[in-house]
């Protein structure tokens, strides 16, 4: 399906464990982001990347991996996870360029729950 | 440091009654603003944006909103609400000069009474 999604949707897991969330979309867009949002502060930038092997970090990096070999795909990666990284995670891809007011557009969010 | 102020955490408006959701922003350099709607349980869906041009932009679903430089807003508006606007509104904003991230607002939860 055309679009932007994410897998897996829910995940319950332990402290310590690594834990990857992916991300895919259709619409070879350039730009991919990482949201984390939290009651009471939005959606805050982990990490995004400008093109396949691009990437750099956002507001709350720490604790967070992210790689792009391909231009579809943007796995967040949790290395050891901690319950403050309990959170809905949410991907979003933009197109290309300098564009002003270019959308971003999102995919529907994974629940993540650390216990 | 670029800031987003949503001031109003919770609003509750009657159906039918008109709708006003605040927006204030700190950026040191010309913004591009955003509006977006939260169903519970689902992503987030663009209602407006505005990069330049005329203040007064018109969105999906008969919201609208107005850009007011001098007082760093980005108000969202609506005449008449309806219970299915009932979800969480976040405002965003943007600069080419930061790389196009966006900054976002703590959100606003709309409630709509019967």
Redesign the interface.
Same mark, same amino acid.
């Given at each position: 399906d055309a679009g932007i999604t994410q897998s897996p949707r829910y995940k319950i897991t332990e402290t310590g464990r690594q834990v990857t969330l992916m991300c895919h979309q259709t619409w070879s867009h350039s730009y991919m982001f990482w949201y984390r949002q939290d009651l009471g502060h939005g959606l805050r930038l982990i990490y995004y990347s400008a093109a396949a092997d691009i990437t750099d970090k956002g507001e709350v990096p720490d604790g967070y991996v992210v790689s792009r070999s391909k231009t579809e795909n943007f796995p967040l990666t949790l290395e050891s996870a901690t319950r403050s990284q309990t959170s809905v995670y949410f991907c979003a891809s933009r197109a290309q360029g300098a564009v002003l007011g270019a959308e971003q557009y999102f995919g529907p969010g994974t629940r993540l729950t650390v216990t | 440091a670029q800031s &987003?102020t $949503?001031p109003d955490?919770h609003i509750t408006v009657s159906e039918g009654a008109s709708l006003e959701l605040r927006c204030n922003y700190s950026y040191g350099a010309t913004p591009?603003l955003?509006w977006?709607v939260q169903s519970p349980? $689902?992503?987030?869906?663009?209602l407006l944006?505005?990069?330049?041009g005329d203040t007064l932009v018109q969105g999906i679903k008969g919201f609208e909103a107005e850009f007011k430089r001098s007082q760093s807003s980005f108000n969202l508006r609506k005449p008449s609400v309806h219970w299915s606007d009932a979800a969480e509104y976040?405002c965003?904003v943007g600069a080419?000069e930061y790389g196009?991230?966006? &900054?976002? /607002?703590? /959100?606003t939860i709309l409630r709509v009474k019967s």
């Open positions: - | &987003v $949503q955490i591009y955003f977006y349980g $689902q992503g987030l869906q663009l944006k505005y990069f330049s976040f965003a080419w196009n991230k966006l &900054v976002f /607002g703590a /959100g």
